[in-house]
T-cell receptor, first 115, second 111 residues
């Protein structure tokens, strides 16, 4: 398995532009998580889906952020309009959701810089 | 709510043992995890322990859990330069799939 795939790996954009981050979870996993990592705040859970349904979006910073999971193999995190304070590494992770330790497998991350 | 705390930085000499500590607040935690993040990469699961265990050993890694004090530690024996990374403690409670991560401890191994 290729693991969790994220694209793009790097994104540089200007303030006010729309940014779309993409994630393909591991095949067969039914839970998907979006995290944001910054030096100041560490790793923050933004939203997670179970069976394509958003379960907890309490970590989404504000209305500028939205996430979708139209099917089991694809999710997007959109920021519109982007702001410099959104600069961070965004990770997608997936897990099997089976009873047990439910390890989360992380993608390599998207490094976003908003100028 | 859940909270996971760990120190920010640890420096050890190559060949020594490293001990990274973590405390958590949720007494209903079921699984506790240690993840490793190398520069420029995502987090990778190192090991985990179920809450009814107090120790787990896996090669050079030893996890100790003191449930009474809500304290988790990761010991790395014979630390190598390749162990230099950020180590995240994390916990999961009950039936929820949400995992709460600590801020990460940066381990620096001095040759």
């Amino acid at each position: 398995d290729a693991g969790v795939i994220q694209s793009p790996r790097h994104e540089v954009t200007e303030m006010g532009q729309e940014v779309t981050l993409r994630c393909k979870p591991i095949s067969g996993h039914n839970s998907l998580f979006w995290y944001r990592q910054t030096m100041m705040r560490g790793l923050e859970l933004l939203i997670y889906f179970n069976n394509n349904v958003p379960i907890d979006d309490s970590g989404m910073p504000e209305d500028r952020f939205s996430a979708k999971m139209p099917n089991a193999s694809f999710s997007t995190l959109k920021i519109q309009p982007s702001e410099p304070r959104d600069s961070a590494v965004y990770f997608c992770a997936s897990s099997s959701g089976q009873g047990g330790q439910e390890t989360q497998y992380f993608g390599p991350g998207t490094r976003l810089l908003v100028l | 709510g859940e909270d996971v705390e760990q120190s920010l930085f640890l420096s050890v000499r190559e060949g020594d043992s490293s001990v990274i500590n973590c405390t958590y607040t949720d007494s209903s935690s079921t699984y506790l995890y240690w993840y490793k993040q190398e520069p420029g990469a995502g987090l990778q699961l190192l090991t985990y322990i179920f809450s009814n265990m107090d120790m787990k050993q896996d090669q050079r890694l030893t996890v100790l859990l003191n449930k009474k004090d809500k304290h988790l530690s990761l010991r790395i024996a014979d630390t190598q330069t390749g162990d230099s990374a950020i180590y995240f403690c994390a916990e999961r409670s009950g039936g929820y799939q949400k995992v709460t991560f600590g801020i990460g401890t940066k381990l620096q191994v001095i040759p």
